[in-house]
């Protein structure tokens, strides 16, 4: 088992930051990809980021530019840095870990983003 653990989530003004971070515990060995995801009201949850052990990232079009994600393996954490914020990023953000030996996903509690003026 993984056990993930997020915090860094808040309220900010259009135009501002926040750092989420992510703590990964348990069978660690077993990630190959960790990532951000996040679902909005009355949305289906959706790909932010992601990054492999290697160091290869994703992001969805909409924060390219705007987001980035980085691990540090030493402290088993993964961060997603998010600079100009807008309305439209507001939403419960989601660490995720994807471990390729029997395809699973282990998923955090979330942590709420609000974008507001």
């Known amino acids: 088992q993984v056990q993930l653990v997020e915090s860094g989530g808040g309220l900010v003004q259009p135009g501002g930051s926040l750092r989420l971070s992510c703590a990964a515990s348990g069978s660690i060995f077993r990630i190959n990809t960790m990532g951000w995801y996040r679902q909005a009201p009355e949305k289906e949850r959706e790909l932010v980021a992601t990054i492999a052990n290697f160091g290869a990232t994703n992001y969805a079009d909409s924060v390219k530019g705007r987001f980035t994600i980085s691990r540090d393996n030493a402290k088993n954490t993964v961060y997603l840095q998010m600079n100009s914020l807008k309305p439209e990023d507001t939403a419960v953000y989601y660490c995720?870990?994807?471990?390729?030996?029997?395809?699973?996903?282990?998923w955090g509690q979330g942590t709420q983003v609000t974008v507001s003026s």
């Open positions: 995720n870990a994807y471990a390729a030996i029997g395809r699973t996903n282990y």
